[in-house]
C-alpha cells in the first residue's frame, strides 16, 4: 500500500506543516525556520536589488551615449597629398552624409567639426570639446535637443554658442554671458602659428545626465567652427546615429559601400569598449558574490533540518512502522526545507522589486541621512543612480535561490529518509 501512494500526498503536506509550526518545545524547530526564512528573503532582496541597479547603470550610461553622440562616425583615411603633407578632414561632406542617410537603418547624418580648446570667463578657465553643427542637426540629438534641464533658446544658435551646465558652472556663466575661446591652432603667419581667440555669446545651456558632456563639451555653429579650427570647406567627421544602437555593427558595411570608400568607421561600442567592459565584468563579480550569499542564507536551511531530523527521530519511526515509506519521509521533509526557501524567495522578490520602483525617494532618503555627497557623478558619470527591473533578472534570482534551496534540502531529507525505525524506537 505505501509503495503506490502518490507523490506530494495531502498527508505529507500535512505533516510537512504541523512540523514547520511546531514550537521548540515540542521538537519543532519554528525560530530557525524564522531565520531560514529571514536569511534567504534578504538574500534574494539584494541579489534583485544590485541586478536591478547594475541594469540601470548599464542602460543609462549607454542611454547617455547614444543619446548625445554619434553611434557611427565616418573618417576620412589619412593619405598624404603631393606635397607630402596630410590633409585632415572629408571635404564633399554634404554628398557623403546625403549618400549615409539612404542606408536603411540611419537615422541621423551630419558633418561635424571638433577641437580641444581651452575656455575662459571671470577670471576661470577650464579645458572644453568644441562640436561644429549645424542647427537643424544639432536638435536631431536627443539629449541636447531634450535635456534633463536647459536654460536659453535653442534657436538661437547661430549666433553664439551651447555648452553644458557643468561648463557654466565652472566659469560662473548664465545665459546672454560671452564666453572667451583659445585654440593654440590658429592664424598661420610668416612666424609661427598665432593663437586664435575668439569671444562668444552663451545662448543655451543644457544637462544631459553625463558628467564627461555636461563638464567639458561646447556646441559651436558649424561655418563658425570651420573658421576657427582652420577647416575651411573641410569638416572632421560625418557623425551617424542609427535606429537600433545596439545593433550599429549591421550598419557598418552598408555605410562604406554606399559612400563609396575612402572612409572608415568608429562606432560607439568601439569608443567606448573599455567602460562596457568593465560594466560587464562587474556584473559578473557581482553576480557571483550574491550567489555566494544566497547559497549561505540557503545552508540555514540545512541546519535547520538536520534539528528537525534529529527531534523528530522518534516521530519518523512510529509514521515508517505503520507504514509510511522512504520516499513519503523524504517528501516530507523536502517539503518542510523548500516551503522555506520558496516563501523567503516570494518575500525577497516582492522586497526587491519595491526597492527598485522606488529607489529613488529611499536613495533621497539615505542621502539625507548621510548628508549628502553619496553620489559623485564625477566618478559615475551620471547624475543619478538609476535602476531598471528586468524580468531576466528577476528569473535568474528565482532560479537561484529556489534552486539552490531545493538542493541543500535535499541531503538532510535523504538522512531523514534513510533512518532506521528500529534504531529511532530502541530507547523509547
Not at 549591421?250 to 572612409?263: D, F, I, N
Not at 536551511?301 to 523528530?312: A, D, E, F, Q, Y
Amino acid at each position: 500500500m505505501a509503495g503506490r501512494t502518490p507523490p506530494f500526498a495531502p498527508f505529507e503536506w500535512l505533516i510537512a506543516w504541523r512540523y514547520l509550526r511546531a514550537r521548540r518545545r515540542e521538537g519543532g524547530v519554528s525560530v530557525m525556520s524564522i531565520i531560514s526564512l529571514i536569511g534567504v528573503a534578504l538574500a534574494v532582496f539584494a541579489l534583485i536589488a544590485t541586478l536591478a541597479v547594475r541594469s540601470g547603470f548599464r542602460t543609462e550610461f549607454v542611454n547617455t551615449i547614444v543619446g548625445a553622440n554619434a553611434h557611427v562616425s565616418l573618417y576620412d583615411v589619412p593619405r598624404y597629398d603631393q606635397y607630402g603633407a596630410l590633409p585632415r578632414g572629408i571635404e564633399n561632406y554634404d554628398a557623403i552624409a546625403e549618400m549615409a542617410a539612404q542606408v536603411p537603418g540611419v537615422v541621423r547624418a551630419a558633418p561635424l567639426v571638433s577641437g580641444q580648446v581651452m575656455a575662459t570667463a571671470n577670471g576661470r578657465n577650464t579645458g572644453v570639446e568644441i562640436y561644429g553643427e549645424r542647427l537643424e542637426d544639432l536638435r536631431t540629438i536627443p539629449l541636447v535637443n531634450d535635456p534633463e534641464t536647459e536654460q536659453g533658446d535653442l534657436s538661437r544658435f547661430d549666433e553664439g554658442v551651447a555648452l553644458g551646465l557643468g561648463v557654466a558652472q565652472a566659469l560662473g556663466l548664465s545665459v546672454g554671458d560671452t564666453i572667451r575661446l583659445i585654440s593654440p591652432d590658429g592664424v598661420k603667419g610668416p612666424f609661427g602659428t598665432t593663437p586664435r581667440i575668439g569671444d562668444y555669446e552663451v545662448v543655451y545651456i543644457f544637462q544631459v545626465g553625463r558628467y564627461d558632456i555636461d563638464r567639458t563639451r561646447i556646441y559651436m555653429p558649424l561655418a563658425e567652427a570651420q573658421s576657427f579650427f582652420n577647416r575651411e570647406g573641410r569638416v572632421d567627421a560625418i557623425e551617424i546615429m542609427v535606429d537600433d544602437a545596439e545593433e550599429v555593427d549591421r550598419v557598418v558595411e552598408p555605410l562604406l559601400v554606399a559612400t563609396g570608400g575612402g572612409l572608415y568607421t568608429v562606432t560607439w561600442r568601439e569608443q567606448w569598449q573599455g567602460f562596457l567592459r568593465a560594466l560587464e565584468m562587474e556584473d559578473n563579480i557581482m553576480f557571483i558574490i550574491l550567489s555566494i550569499l544566497v547559497l549561505i542564507a540557503s545552508m540555514n536551511i540545512v541546519s535547520g533540518l538536520i534539528m528537525l531530523v534529529k527531534n523528530k527521530g522518534r516521530d519518523v519511526g512510529i509514521l515508517r512502522t505503520m507504514g509510511l515509506s522512504e520516499g513519503s519521509v523524504l517528501r516530507v521533509f523536502f517539503i518542510c526545507g523548500a516551503s522555506i526557501g520558496l516563501a523567503g524567495t516570494a518575500i525577497g522578490v516582492v522586497l526587491g522589486c519595491l526597492f527598485a520602483i522606488y529607489i529613488d525617494p529611499i536613495f533621497n532618503a539615505v542621502n539625507w541621512i548621510m548628508g549628502g555627497g553619496v553620489w559623485d557623478p564625477s566618478v559615475r558619470y551620471i547624475s543619478q543612480l538609476p535602476a531598471e527591473l528586468r524580468l531576466e533578472d528577476v528569473l535568474k534570482a528565482v532560479a537561484l535561490s529556489l534552486g539552490l534551496s531545493f538542493g541543500v534540502t535535499w541531503f538532510p531529507a535523504r538522512r531523514a529518509a534513510r533512518l532506521n525505525p528500529v534504531e529511532a524506537l530502541r530507547y523509547e
